[in-house]
Structure formats: C-alpha cells, structure tokens
C-alpha cells in the first residue's frame, strides 16, 4: 500500500487502490475515491487559478457536506491552510477567526453569506468568497468578490505549490484560557500520522463505514475522515438534530464506527436502540471528556457485541490516549495509554518524571506535536516548550530541543502505565464536549451592557460535563433582568456556550491579590451553598 505524507494523498492514494469503493455519504448522495478525488483536485486547481499562494489560509464555513470535505482536503493540495470553522458560531466569532488568521478565500452558503455581510467589511484580508450554489442571488454590493461554487470549480491551473510534510495544513480553533479562540496549527505530518495511529488501534479498514457527527471543526470530528480515507472506507456525514437521528442513520446506514461526545452518548443511552445495531457496529469511542461509568454501563447493554474505546485528546497533539477494550472492565476510569507513535509523560513542575501514582501534568511528545498557536507567541511559550534533556527518551548529548505539549492537565500514572485524568490547572471549561473559556463568556456578558461584573465558571454536571454558570451585578446605577440576559446570551452565543444558570447579585464581587475578580473564590462558595441546600432538604 502506498504510504500518504500529505493530506490530501490519503485520499488519491486509497483511490490509487480502489477508485470506485465508496467514500463519502452526504444524505442519498455517495462519491467514490475516483469521484472525489477528482473533485478535490478540481477544487485545488481553481484556488491555484485564483492565485493563492503556498501557506495562505481558506476558511470554510459550512454545515458537513461533500463541498465541506473536498475545500478541506483541496486547499492542502494547492499548498494552502484551510480552517475549518464551526457552523454553529455566529457571526462576530466567525469574523474574527478570518480576521487573526488572515484569511484570504471562504467558502460558505449563502445563508451564512447573509449573516455574515457586516463582518466581511471588517475582513481586511479577505479577497473572495465561494458561495454554494443555489437557487438565490449573489449580494450585488459586497466588499470582496463572489462566486458559485460551479463558477468557482471552472479557475483551471496547474498547482505550482511545493508541499512538503512539515508544512501546516490546517488551523483548528479551540479555545483559550483566557479570552478570544486560539488557532492550533496542524501540519501534514501531525494529520497523516494521527491518521495512521487512530486507524491501527481501531483496526479500521476498507469496508468500515464511519459515521461523522462531531462537527469536522474538532480535531475527533476530522479524524474521522482522515482515519476512514487511509484505511480507504466510507464516511456517511450527518447534520442531526435529535439524538434519535443519530441512532437512524447508524441503523440505516450500517455505521461500523461510531466517535462522539459524553453528552451526546448520555442522551443516546435513553433511547431504545434497535436489537440489528450491535451486529454491525464494531466500535463507539468516546472523547471531549469523561464518559460517566453509568453511561458507559447503558451503552455496552445495548451494544454487547460492539467494542468500546475511551480515548483523550488535545488538539494541539490531535489525539493522545486510549484504553483498549480489554481494559475497560478493569480499569473504566482510566484514559489508557498512548496511542501508536506517540508518548505520554507524566512530568512534575521540575520537569522529572513522576513516580507512580503521583500527580503530574500530562505531557505529548512525538510526531502529532501540532505547530503552535497561531500568531500568538505568548501562549505558544505556555503550551509548547522543549522537552527536559532528562525526560524519558531525551538523552543528554542531544544539542537540539525536542518541543513537547504541555497540557495543563494533572493525570497521575499507575505502576502498569495506565493513565488516570485528575484535572485542569487552568479554568477552562468543558460542556457538550466543547472546550470554553471564562472570559470568552464574561466578555459576551459585558458586550451586552447589561451587567456591571460578572464571572462565569465550570460547574460539575453529569449531562454536560461542565455547566456553565454565571454570577453578575446589576450595571451602575441599573437593575439586571436575568432572563433578559440570558435571551441576549442565546443571540449572540452558539448554543453550547449559553450559561445554565446566571445569579444576580449586588456588588462589588470579591477581589483576589491581583485586584482581579476572584472567580476561584465565588465558585467554591456557589458549590458548597449548592451542597448545602440540597443537604437540608435531604
């Protein structure tokens, strides 16, 4: 079998081997290898045509559909990045991803394109938008240059580009600690190699059908196509709504494979499942947080034939950990060990190996090591660092630095190698198996002028995983309608980022040393006041 280097080979190779193999599902409409293959080479020659020079970013803000997949894998073949961004953020998120990262072409819709028509003029970079076709008509005053897709597809040229694996690919964003989304550059090497990891552990092959219903802005909901392609299988994209729509298209479509989220599995497990899915589905994994032991329980009731992988990730590795299915029984609260071609440390502050059992911060190191965070030295100074010449698989006559990922995460080691999640360093969130900072929210909840302070924080939640919560005083001299907020949040907020619950409070709130507001201190109290209400009327 041919081996990829480069994104995009994942796909020409497995047609090299077997061009009329089914490839991509996008409701009744399948495409073979040759079939996209050809599209995607179509789509890279017309960037080229255009003029887009090697490195230069393409956002693609789109629902999955077969245009989402043939713009992410043809952008890497005309030597360009392409920044998948997530359907569900609304306007003012999305401009300024285009904006940090320069982008130069976007392909949307054209009811995006709509939504979007104030944003573009603050998008100084931006040079053309490729709409998809339909039956609307193309805005007549806009500050960049429109094109039907169809149109678009017609800009023939040899791509010119040299590519090479250590180029970036792709800029996944994810959010930060601290503010606005962090743009995560992946190369062809971090992708190509997550790929073949993945795909050897899951033992995916060509007759394998993937379902994608994580978002393909998730390094998991990419994975997805890059593991199926090596492995030359079929990927079937679904946009659901309800989680029963989840279990239809696995019924109907006889999904091998099956990756989501905690949230989603808790609300698959309340389901009935038709007694045919355990016979054809061979796998379900789980990532973006913890599966809780009951749900894990449920599933594998339903599913006593089919396999389950807990896994972990970081997109700034792509993926870190799993545990074997052999091991679940054993060890269910365990996120594994590494995944093929990688390495897991367990470090303390001093950069030595933990002992056994100890607490320490995750650390990645290898091939999937992701590029930094774009335009941002700062916080790529805090995530990626060398790795100490005397951690495990550096020696000390090595002169140049091996850079490794820093997770901020404390995990502890068991004496056999298992690994065991205990918690963040930081205050990032983690609901509906997004990632989401405080002060992102915080500086929504400002941007209303509704508020005079505010804090959001991550409570515990067996549904969501975190859920967010928010406590807020009344602007100067005002009063604060939490309910009023709360519909301003739904309007300027995707849906996972819209707190639970929002108190309202007098002020000033706490300080802590820094003269900051003391979100640690106003947490832990909002937690034991809950505890303790729910202890009386117990």
Not at 154 to 178: F, H, K, M, W
Not at 496 to 511: D, K
Request: proline share 7%.
């Amino acid at each position: 079998m041919t081996e990829s280097t480069l994104l995009h080979e994942l796909i020409f190779n497995a047609r090299d081997r077997s061009e009329e193999t089914p490839a991509l599902s996008d409701g009744k409409v399948t495409l073979c290898y040759r079939e996209l293959a050809a599209l995607t080479s179509r789509f890279a020659s017309a960037l080229s045509g255009f003029g887009l020079a090697r490195g230069e970013r393409v956002a693609i803000y789109l629902e999955k559909r077969v245009e989402t997949v043939v713009a992410s894998f043809g952008s890497p073949a005309a030597g360009g990045v392409f920044v998948p961004i997530n359907p569900i953020l609304k306007p003012e998120q999305v401009g300024y991803i285009l904006r940090d990262c320069n982008v130069r072409i976007l392909v949307t819709s054209t009811e995006r394109l709509n939504l979007l028509q104030d944003t573009l003029a603050t998008c100084h970079d931006l040079r053309l938008v490729v709409v998809l076709d339909s039956k609307g008509v193309l805005p007549t005053h806009s500050p960049v240059k429109l094109f039907w897709w169809s149109e678009f597809l017609e800009q023939d040229c040899p791509v010119t580009n040299r590519v090479i694996d250590a180029d970036p690919a792709s800029i996944l964003y994810t959010s930060g600690s601290t503010g606005k989304p962090k743009g995560v550059v992946l190369s062809h090497r971090n992708m190509v190699a997550g790929a073949k990891s993945v795909a050897s552990y899951l033992e995916n092959r060509a007759d394998d059908t993937l379902l994608a219903a994580l978002p393909l802005s998730f390094d998991a909901g990419f994975s997805q196509l890059t593991t199926a392609f090596h492995a030359g299988a079929r990927v079937v994209l679904l946009n659901y709504l309800l989680p029963r729509d989840v279990l239809k298209a696995i019924e109907r479509e006889k999904v091998t494979g099956l990756t989501a989220v905690p949230p989603l599995y808790i609300q698959l497990t309340q389901l009935t499942w038709p007694e045919s899915i355990t016979e054809h589905l061979r796998y379900f994994a789980n990532t973006g947080g913890r599966m809780p032991r009951e749900t894990l329980e449920a599933l594998r009731r339903h599913l006593p034939k089919t396999k389950p992988f807990l896994m972990y990730g970081l997109t700034e590795a792509f993926r870190s950990t799993f545990l074997p299915p052999e091991e679940v029984d054993r060890r269910p609260d365990s996120i594994g060990k590494a995944i093929p071609n990688a390495e897991i440390l367990v470090l303390r502050e001093d950069g030595s190996p933990s002992a056994p059992n100890e607490p320490g911060e995750l650390v990645h190191r290898g091939a999937l090591v992701g590029m930094g965070y774009w335009n941002d030295p700062e916080k790529t100074a805090e995530r990626y660092k060398p790795l100490p010449v005397h951690a495990p698989g550096r020696e000390a006559g090595l002169v140049l630095p091996e850079m490794a990922v820093f997770s901020g995460d404390t995990v502890r080691m068991d004496e056999e190698g298992f690994l065991y999640f205990i918690g963040r360093r930081d205050e990032m969130m983690k609901t509906s198996g997004y990632r989401v900072s405080p002060t992102e929210v915080e500086e929504i909840l400002y941007a209303t002028k509704l508020v005079g302070e505010c804090v959001a924080f991550g409570v515990d939640d067996d549904r969501l995983g975190h859920a967010i919560q928010v406590i807020a005083t009344p602007p100067a001299g005002g009063i604060l309608d939490a309910n009023a907020l709360l519909n301003e949040c739904r309007v300027r907020m995707p849906a996972y980022m819209v707190p639970s619950g929002i108190e309202v409070r007098e002020g000033p709130l706490p300080r802590n040393p820094n003269g900051k507001i003391d979100r640690k201190t106003l947490s832990t109290a909002w937690v034991e006041q809950k505890i303790n209400k729910l202890s009386h009327l117990a």
